[in-house]
Structure formats: C-alpha cells, structure tokens
C-alpha cells in the first residue's frame, strides 16, 4: 500500500503542479492574480473538444487549443486588466468577474453533459513498484517535470524571460533599460494562459469535463499558490509535493471527498502561520489574498 | 542634443520643478547640483519618461495627480510623450539614484539585460566586456546575485546595465551617492572612461566637489527652481556658490 501511496501521490503533485503552474507564473511576474484561470482551463478544455470534433489530428489540436488559450490570456490583460492594473482589489474583482462570466456561460451553453471529454493521449498501463499506472497519468509526471524545467530555461536563459523577472523584480530600473510594463504583463498573462492550456489537455481525458472543475481549479491554483509563496519555483513545487500527499493520505484513511478540505486548511494554516508561503520573499501576499 | 524648456513638474498642488530650462550638448559632461528635494531625481526621471509613466499609472488609479507642463527636445524633436522604452532606443538611458538593480539576478544576468532593447547578441556581448574594462572588480562577481553585492558594487552594476544599453545620452542620478572616496574614485574614473566612448552625460549629485573637475557645465538648482547656471570655470569663481553647494 505503501507503493501505491507513493506512486498516486506523486501523480496528484503533479496535476496539480500543472493547474497551478499557469495562475503562480502570471502572479509571480505581472504581480496580478488572474482568478480567471478556472474558466481559461476549461475553454482551452472545450476549445481542444471542439477542435478535435472538427477532425483535426491530435497533435495540432493541441498545438492550436495551447495558442489560442495564450493569446485569449493576453487579451484579458490587454482589455480588460490593463484598466485596473495595480488597485489590487478591483484586478481580483475584475479577474474574478471574468472567471464566472466564462464558466457560467459554458454552463448556458449547455456544455454539461457527458459527450464533453477528451482522450487519452496513450492508452494502457503498465505496473511499476507493485503498482498500475496508465500511460496518461505517467505522462503527466512527465510533462510537469519539462513543464519546470523549460520555465527555468525560459526565465534564466532568454532573453525575453529575463526581462519578465526583472519586471518582477524592479519597475521602475527595468522600464529605465527598456521593458516596456504592459508587453511584460501581457506576456505574463499569454504564458499563464498557455500553460493552462497544457493542464487542460493533459488532466482533462481523466474524466469529463464539467463546469465545477473550473471553480476546483482555481481554489488549487490559490492553495498552491498561498502554501508555496511568490515567485519562488521551489517552493511551488514543495507546495505541490505537500497537498498531492496530503490528498493521498486523507483519501487513504478517511473519505476522498476529502480532498478540497486539504486545500482549504492549508490556505488557511499558511495565512494565519506564515503568509509569505513556504519559502516566499514577500509578505505581499497577505495583502492580495 | 537635450533640450529642456519652461518644464514644470507638479506632485498634486506641489512644485517639484519649477520653469527649468536646461540644455546638454552632444559630447558634453553636465551636472546638475542641488540639496535634497531639490528636484534632481524629478528631473532626470521626466528626462528618462518615467514621471510620464507614473502620471499615466496614478491617472488610472484615479488618485493623486502628476501635472508635467514644458518642452522636452532630444535631437530636436519633442519627446514629451514618449514612453521610457521608446526614450531607450532613442538613446536616452538612466541609471537611478541608489543603485537599484535586479536583485535575484545575478551580476552578468543583469548586465544582460541592460542589453534588451538590442537586437545582436554579438554587441549586448562586446558592451559587456567593455563594462568589465571600465570596472575590473565586477569580473570576478560575475555569477553572484546582484542582491548580495555591496553598494559600491551595485552601483557599478546600474551604471554598467545603463552602459550595456548603448547610450547616446547617459542619465547619472547621484551616482557617488553613499559610496566611500575609493569607490568614488573609481566611479570618477569610469566618467572620464564613459566620456571617451563619446557619450553625453548628464548627472546629478547633492556634493559637487568630487565630480566638479570632469564636469563641463553645471546647473544649480533649489527647491525645484535654477539658480545659477554656467561653465565649470564660471561655477569654480563663484564665491558664494563655492560654500555653499561644494562645501569649500
Ligand atoms: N512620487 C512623488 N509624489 C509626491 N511627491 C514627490 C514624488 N517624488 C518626489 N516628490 C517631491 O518632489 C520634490 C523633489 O523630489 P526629488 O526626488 O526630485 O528630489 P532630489 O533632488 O532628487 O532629492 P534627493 O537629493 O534627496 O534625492 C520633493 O519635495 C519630493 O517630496
Ligand atoms: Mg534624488
């Protein structure tokens, strides 16, 4: 059982390593919590859907649903964000609007019921440490994994990405070297939107796709968030280690359904304990949540 | 090359610069001198749009209110409402006061990034080199993260970002500021380096004497306002001017 435990906890980390990637990328470098997220998973869940319906093959699905996704993320800052930028309360207020207006009107769309799923990208499974896993979910582990390895490519080793942190790190001195503020945050925005993306197509194919999964995304994206801190990969990923365990361990000895009551007293303990998050700089995050 | 006319600068009802005009031509060295709150940091980041980009920013929080009134003239033609992006590929660069860098980045990373707005890798790398030639002592920092250096070593480190973006216009605010005479005197040296590279300057700084020799012109202003303006040598014969903003 043991093995089993493991092996599923490492599972859960990684998924929601993956929901939470999108929403802590966007905070962490533009400063903003899009509390969007939710309804920008599961679009680029319906937008792969429908792609897929219309018979393109897998792979460009996939590549057009993580495009599109990017480009509907840049659009929320560009049209909408951009006008509240930096009064914190009405940027989750306007954030949080458009999260509903996007999930509610799938609901009004009628998109509820149960032809809405996504395949599996392999099929099968095989048995590792006394233990079945299907190919999808190993995959997942493994697209986690390059997911944190290409942002620490991407933010220490391009150009662009550099620019991205030291927006995050000083205004004012990069903006005095030519950053310009809105195409950093726009473009903060565009990844979160295109690693949402990724999740989706990923995570989406264990089950069917339903409204409720864009509320429970976005309260994984917070906890992630809260418990592992800014702008910090390590302890995103420590913070994800800790809930996937945690989510294996109370659905082992007491009831699945368990599940959001983990998230939930870990936003909890960590704002009354140490707001910062586990191995945050700021305290900003106090003020934000 | 920099023209400055009748600028006014208001935070909410409060003067911060006050009908100044200011004038820096190509290959010159110009100072600006004045106490604290006199309005050199105003100055120099109206020069560089970021006021501009701070008024836009309160304008949309719909709270306090940055009024910017006058001309601002690079190579003739009015810049006024450029943003600091556009300022930086015309060739206006600021290094602000109390070097500020990327603090989790380190030394090289930083340097990089002075190096953004410029399309070849091949020049961001050559200009680095030269910051290196103009200060030895960031070699051997290279891979440290800008945070953890001294002040003396970040402020080299915002001159050298403001030098790796290629200036044609270098903005210095208080670059000696709370550096000891040794490092002072390696900022001083790195002037008379920066001057060879046939850069405009235009800096600020509170204590006049240990830049006044490489200077060419000076400004003296108070309270937002020009009191005197002149030649090095005309500044140096003032009396008064001499006691009271260089302390002799
Ligand atoms: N963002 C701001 N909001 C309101 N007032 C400001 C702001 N920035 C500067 N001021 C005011 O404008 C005046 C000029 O300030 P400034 O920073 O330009 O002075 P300075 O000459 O650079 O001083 P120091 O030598 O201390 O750096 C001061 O009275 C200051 O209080
Ligand atoms: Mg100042």
Aim: contains cysteine; neutral net charge.
């Amino acid at each position: 059982m043991i093995e089993s435990m493991l092996v599923f906890g490492l599972v859960n980390s990684a998924v929601l390593m993956l929901l939470a990637l999108g929403f802590s990328l966007t905070f962490g470098l533009s400063g903003v919590a899009n509390f969007s997220h939710g309804g920008i998973y599961l679009f680029a869940g319906y937008l792969a859907y429908f792609l897929l319906k219309m018979g393109l093959p897998y792979f460009i699905a996939v590549v057009l649903t993580i495009f599109i996704t990017a480009l509907l993320g840049a659009a929320i800052y560009k049209l909408i964000v951009i006008r509240v930028r930096g009064i914190v309360l009405n940027e989750v207020i306007a954030t949080f609007a458009i999260g509903i207006c996007m999930l509610e009107f799938f609901r009004w769309l009628g998109f509820v019921t149960y032809e809405y799923s996504l395949p599996y990208i392999a099929r099968g499974r095989f048995t590792i440490f006394e233990t079945t896993l299907d190919y999808q979910r190993s995959l997942i582990i493994v697209v986690a994994l390059l997911l944190a390895v290409f942002l620490w490519f991407f933010t220490h080793r391009t150009k662009t990405g550099l620019a991205l942190l030291g927006m995050a790190q000083d205004e004012y001195t990069a903006l005095a070297v030519g950053i310009d503020s809105d195409w950093a945050a726009t473009y903060s925005f565009a990844i979160g939107g295109a690693f949402a993306a990724i999740a989706a197509v990923m995570i989406l194919p264990l089950g069917i796709i339903n409204i409720n999964i864009g509320y429970e995304v976005l309260l994984i994206a917070l906890a992630v968030t809260v418990l592992g801190g800014l702008e910090s990969t390590k302890g995103l990923i420590l913070a994800c280690i800790i809930l996937g365990y945690a989510q294996v361990i109370t659905s082992t000895f007491f009831a699945p359904h368990w599940k959001e009551a983990v998230y939930l007293a870990a936003i909890l303990i960590v704002l009354a304990v140490k707001p910062s998050g586990l191995l945050g700089k700021f305290k900003e995050l106090e003020e934000r949540v | 090359m920099l023209d400055v006319k009748n600028l006014m600068i208001f935070y909410e009802n409060a003067l911060a610069v006050n009908n100044l005009n200011l004038d820096v031509k190509k290959g010159e060295i110009v100072g600006v001198f004045g106490s604290n709150s006199a309005g050199k940091t105003t100055l120099m980041n109206t020069v560089a749009g970021l006021t501009l980009h701070m008024k836009f920013r309160e304008h949309r929080k719909g709270g306090q209110r940055i009024t910017i009134v006058g001309q601002q003239n690079f190579e003739g033609e009015d810049i006024s409402n450029r943003s600091p992006n556009d300022r930086v590929k015309k060739g206006i660069v600021l290094c602000r006061e109390r070097h500020p860098v990327f603090r989790d980045l380190s030394v090289e990373e930083n340097l990089q990034l002075g190096g953004f707005l410029i399309k070849e890798q091949v020049k961001v790398q050559e200009s680095i080199d030269l910051v290196y030639n103009i200060f030895p002592p960031l070699t051997k920092l290279k891979s440290r993260r800008a945070g953890l250096c001294s002040g003396g070593e970040q402020e080299m480190i915002a001159i050298g970002m403001a030098l790796v973006a290629r200036p044609k216009l270098l903005l210095l605010d208080e670059p000696l500021l709370g550096l000891s005479p040794v490092m002072q005197a390696i900022v001083v040296q790195a002037l008379k380096d920066i001057r060879s590279l046939e850069v405009t300057v235009l800096l600020t700084e509170q204590y006049a004497r240990p830049i006044m020799p490489h200077i060419d012109r000076g400004f003296i202003i108070e309270n937002g306002t020009l009191i005197m303006s002149g030649t090095k040598e005309e500044l140096m014969d003032n009396p008064e001017v001499m006691s009271a903003y260089f302390g002799m």
